[in-house]
């Protein structure tokens, strides 16, 4: 069973960085932790950032294009996502993402972590 643990959330100021961390707790062959998702209250989860784990290509939605970026670790079995100028329209639980693909996108997640809050006040 893979376990996907978050970290980094919290409360910042708009303008702003965080810097969120996920890290699969076994590395289980053809799972890869590779992406975020977010939910804000009374909306719907919705794809922020992506990586492709082979060579490094990187996906992210338009919201957030130029402000954020996800890298990832392979040998950790971890990846990265830097988040900066938030803005309150960024504040949502944010859920690191895995799936059996290298770098499919959209992705199809089959594993999910337990969420970390990110709150950026108006």
């Known amino acids: 069973q893979v376990q996907l643990v978050e970290s980094g959330g919290g409360l910042v100021q708009a303008g702003g960085s965080l810097r969120l961390s996920c890290a699969a707790s076994?590395?289980?062959?053809?799972?890869?932790?590779r992406g975020w998702f977010r939910q804000a209250p009374g909306k719907e989860r919705e794809f922020v950032a992506a990586?492709?784990?082979?060579?490094?290509?990187?996906y992210y939605a338009d919201s957030v294009k130029g402000r954020f970026t996800i890298s990832r670790d392979s040998a950790k079995m971890s990846n990265y996502l830097q988040m900066n100028s938030l803005r309150p329209e960024d504040t949502a639980v944010y859920y690191c993402?895995?799936?059996?693909?290298?770098?499919?996108?959209?992705?199809?997640?089959?594993?999910w972590g337990q969420g970390t809050q990110v709150t950026v006040p108006s």
């Open positions: 993402a895995a799936d059996s693909s290298w770098g499919r996108v959209p992705m199809n997640p089959t594993y």
């Open positions: 076994v590395r289980t062959l053809g799972i890869f932790p």
């Open positions: 990586i492709n784990w082979s060579n490094g290509n990187t």
